[in-house]
Each structure stands twice: as structure tokens, then as C-alpha cells.
């Protein structure tokens, strides 16, 4: 069974920094694309940043410059570094992952698994 366990999120003031992890277990597909995904009260999901097999990554205009997105395949565990946050980052975010070959496509419709969410909350 394929399970994906975030953690790290909490309250932080605006400017401040918070990392976000996703431990992924009985999942170790030989590529993929991992993801961060963030929904707002009222808005839509939003793919933030994803990593493929070979470490290519991806990030929404949005976090760019601000978020990183990383791995430690021992660990079997993706990172969201998110620094300088906003109050407009205030969101669930979410980890996601599907099998794939190709680069990663931020689109919600094609992550296979996702874990449970953890919050994050940035006050000005």
C-alpha cells in the first residue's frame, strides 16, 4: 500500500521560513515525478514545484526563487524548502507523486497518490 506522510507545516509570520517533507512509503517506482501541491480556501489546487528521476525540477511562477524543491532517495523523502513566505501562501499543501519517464507536468489530474495535507499559515 502506497502511502505519503507529510509533515513540517505550522504558523509563521510573512518573510519567515518553513520546510515541508513528504516520507513516501511502498512506493519506489524506477522514475517519477514528485510534487508539492497547495490549495487555498475557495480556490483551485495548484501545482508549486515538482522533481523528476534524473533531478530535473520544476516551480510554479509563483514560488520561484522562494521554494525549493528537493529529494534524499535513502530516505525515500521530498523536501519543500519555502523561504520568504507570504500570507498569500497560506494553504494546504500537499505531496503528490505519479510513475513517469518524462519530465514532470504539474497537473493534478495525473498524480496517482497523494498524502493526507499539512497546513501552513503565513500571517503579515
Known amino acids: 500500500q502506497v502511502q505519503l506522510v507529510e509533515s513540517g507545516g505550522g504558523s509563521v509570520q510573512s518573510g519567515g521560513s518553513l520546510r515541508l517533507s513528504c516520507a513516501v512509503y511502498g512506493y519506489t517506482p524506477s522514475s517519477y515525478c514528485m510534487a508539492w501541491f497547495r490549495q487555498a480556501p475557495g480556490k483551485e489546487r495548484e501545482g508549486v514545484a515538482g522533481?523528476?528521476?534524473?533531478?530535473?525540477?520544476r516551480y510554479a511562477n509563483s514560488v520561484k526563487g522562494r521554494f525549493t524543491i528537493s529529494q534524499d532517495n535513502a530516505k525515500n523523502t521530498w523536501y519543500l524548502q519555502m523561504n520568504s513566505l507570504k500570507p498569500e501562501d497560506t494553504a494546504m499543501y500537499y505531496c503528490?507523486?505519479?510513475?513517469?519517464?518524462?519530465?514532470?507536468?504539474?497537473?493534478?489530474?495525473?498524480?496517482?497518490?497523494w498524502g493526507q495535507g499539512t497546513q501552513v499559515t503565513v500571517s503579515s
Open positions: 522533481i523528476d528521476t534524473d533531478g530535473s525540477t
Open positions: 503528490a507523486a505519479y510513475g513517469s519517464d518524462a519530465y514532470c507536468v504539474l497537473f493534478a489530474g495525473l498524480f496517482a497518490y
